[in-house]
């Protein structure tokens, strides 16, 4: 086939758009702007056309100017047409795509795969034929795994590419939940902002996961952690402190394999006589869907069975497993709890007794049995309503629009609930650092925090006010110690100057004087080497021949 070109005014009627652009999103605002430029000045680049298969002319490049043209009412639009076959038009119109200034990260992603797919060619071919680095096209190909919403998203520049680089490292089901979270707290515009904290509620500790990461065959399609591309480790670019801490990118993996640990112990544990069965929450009864799991098997709650973090041991000789709550799906040791009454928490008690009663034969043990029972279940639902209690205390302070906006001084009670916080949080200095300001009687970490609040609700406002300006004094040394690398408009550099102009202004100035003269010596330095290097550019002048003098000596 003869490669032929030729220059023509085509009707925009006679153009039709194939299906082989990669490029499918177009900025309707930047047309627009496109046209009206195109009603003044007329179409300044030609787009190329290739002969239609059936009639007409089909569009190879420059469909930006034919939409604007459209727009801008005219009927025909300069072009040039030439014979291209199919392999031709798809690489004339990637290139031209990956060489606008204003392709954005996606549609790259999106054009580099097509290579990969129609082409056959790796990254490192893709990266000859381009001039791209093999980083930078793996990088850009990473964003086609990202959810349509994200990569719309990233095209309309709501999200940027380091944030896209991060959620695409999620499944797509994060991915999905990410998404409906970030939209609900957009700025307004349409932008998100996605945080390390985003992204890392999504990520499983893979030293906390409750199935063996190096076991390959526990879901054999999946295989081990070790090598995985949602494991942290195996992404050091994005996660830097990965070798630290390696969680887990993909949450339906996690919890796949966290269910089949769970039933393959949960087997192990119904073929041993011996294993108890433990719902790791505090309440008399055991919950239904608990039950289900083991019919015919007595749980135990951690109300009726009290079991050790450690090992086997004497006082805690019951191997149980547990079957929901923390620590779920693995194997404990404990003992049952005897209950006042001798009962040991027995979840078939209520329909033992109920059975008994209508047969007529209840014993004086299952009486007792019944009202232990009864007693227990009134003793959690007293602990209940006290929970309902602060619950619903807290959510209506959370709304009081009276507390929140206040700008009162802090009152008494609000002073104990600020140094009960910073206590907490651990900031400032040391549990001790607390206690000798406050001249509390207290001394080591392992402080009740009940009697810590009780001792300062004894404490004067005055008091109250000295500890929290303590505190917070030694929080804004331990939090802004670090402050290499902040500019000169820094809020830390701003803060920690103005306070310490404060104490010891004297000090801030002798500072900045001796900085100031080492500046000055340097800058002098500077000055001298940088006037020998510019005499070294030029040769020295040339000095003209003086007559020879003939040498008398007087005698």
């Known amino acids: 086939m003869k490669n032929t070109t030729n220059f023509k005014m085509?009707?925009?009627?006679?153009?039709?758009?194939?299906?082989?652009?990669?490029?499918?999103?177009?900025?309707?605002?930047?047309?627009?702007?496109?046209?009206?430029?195109?009603?003044?000045?007329?179409?300044?680049?030609?787009?190329?056309?290739?002969e239609g298969k059936k009639k007409g002319y089909e569009l190879v490049c420059g469909e930006r100017r034919y939409r604007a043209s459209l727009i801008a009412n005219l009927t025909e639009i300069p072009a040039v047409i030439r014979e291209l076959?199919?392999?031709?038009?798809?690489?004339?119109?990637?290139?031209?795509?990956?060489?606008?200034?204003?392709?954005?990260?996606?549609?790259e992603a999106m054009a580099f795969n097509a290579i990969q797919k129609k082409k056959g060619l790796d990254i490192k071919q893709i990266s000859v034929k381009f001039g791209k680095s093999e980083k930078y096209i793996a990088t850009r190909l990473k964003l086609i795994n990202l959810i349509p919403k994200f990569q719309e998203a990233l095209f309309k520049g709501y999200i940027n590419l380091q944030e896209a680089l991060q959620v695409v490292l999620l499944c797509k089901e994060d991915q999905?939940?990410?998404?409906?979270?970030?939209?609900?707290?957009?700025?307004?515009?349409?932008?998100?902002?996605?945080?390390?904290?985003?992204?890392?509620?999504?990520?499983?500790?893979?030293?906390?996961?409750?199935?063996?990461?190096?076991?390959?065959?526990?879901i054999k399609t999946i295989?081990?952690?070790?090598?995985?591309?949602?494991?942290?480790?195996?992404?050091?670019?994005?996660?830097?402190d990965s070798g630290k801490e390696a969680k887990c990118m993909n949450g339906k993996c996690y919890e796949d394999k966290s269910a089949a640990a769970f039933n393959v112990r949960l087997k192990e544990a119904l073929e041993d006589p011996a294993i108890e069965f433990l719902q790791q929450a505090y309440m008399t009864v055991a919950e239904k869907s608990v039950q289900d799991l083991v019919k015919g098997h007595k749980v135990y709650t951690s109300y009726t069975f009290d079991y050790s973090k450690g090992g086997k041991s004497p006082a805690y000789p019951t191997r149980a497993f547990v079957l929901e709550g923390s620590g779920k799906g693995s194997f404990v040791y404990g003992r049952i709890k005897k209950m006042d009454n001798g009962n040991t928490g027995n979840t078939s008690t209520a329909a033992a007794f109920k059975e008994a009663t209508t047969k007529g034969k209840v014993s004086a043990k299952q009486i007792n049995d019944e009202i232990a029972r009864l007693k227990g279940k009134e003793k959690r639902s007293i602990e209940l309503d006290s929970e309902k209690v602060a619950l619903q205390v807290y959510e209506a302070l959370a709304i009081n629009d009276k507390f929140k906006n206040s700008q009162?001084?802090?009152?008494?009670?609000?002073?104990?609930?600020?140094?009960?916080?910073?206590?907490?949080?651990?900031?400032?200095?040391d549990k001790d650092g607390y206690y000798k300001a406050a001249g509390l009687p207290f001394k080591g970490r392992f402080v009740d925090a009940l009697k810590f609040c009780e001792a300062l609700i004894g404490l004067s406002k005055e008091k109250l006010m000295t500890v929290l300006a303590i505190t917070i004094r030694h929080a804004i040394i331990e939090k802004f110690n670090y402050m290499a690398g902040y500019t000169v408009k820094s809020a830390h550099v701003l803060n920690v100057e103005a306070l310490l102009t404060q104490y010891d202004n004297a000090k801030v100035q002798s500072i900045k004087a001796e900085i100031k003269t080492k500046a000055s010596e340097r800058a002098e330095k500077m000055q001298k080497t940088i006037a020998?290097?510019?005499?070294?550019?030029?040769?020295?002048?040339?000095?003209?021949?003086?007559?020879?003098?003939?040498?008398?000596?007087?005698?």
């Open 176 to 218: 999905e939940a990410l998404y409906e979270e970030a939209s609900d707290n957009s700025l307004g515009d349409g932008k998100m902002e996605i945080t390390d904290y985003d992204i890392n509620q999504f990520l499983r500790v893979l030293k906390e996961a409750p199935f063996d990461t190096k076991d390959p065959k526990l």
């Open 408 to 429: 009162e001084p802090l009152s008494h009670t609000e002073l104990v609930a600020a140094v009960q916080l910073v206590w907490e949080e651990g900031l400032g200095f």
């Open 532 to 555: 020998k290097l510019s005499e070294m550019k030029s040769p020295p002048p040339k000095k003209n021949k003086e007559p020879h003098k003939q040498l008398t000596i007087n005698i």
């Open 10 to 50: 085509v009707k925009l009627a006679d153009i039709v758009i194939g299906n082989t652009n990669p490029r499918t999103e177009f900025d309707k605002s930047a047309i627009n702007e496109l046209a009206k430029s195109i009603s003044v000045h007329g179409v300044i680049q030609n787009i190329t056309l290739r």
């Open 85 to 107: 076959t199919d392999d031709q038009v798809f690489e004339l119109q990637i290139t031209e795509n990956l060489q606008r200034k204003d392709i954005s990260p996606i549609e």
């Open 223 to 240: 295989g081990a952690c070790a090598g995985c591309q949602f494991n942290t480790a195996n992404n050091g670019l994005l996660f830097t």
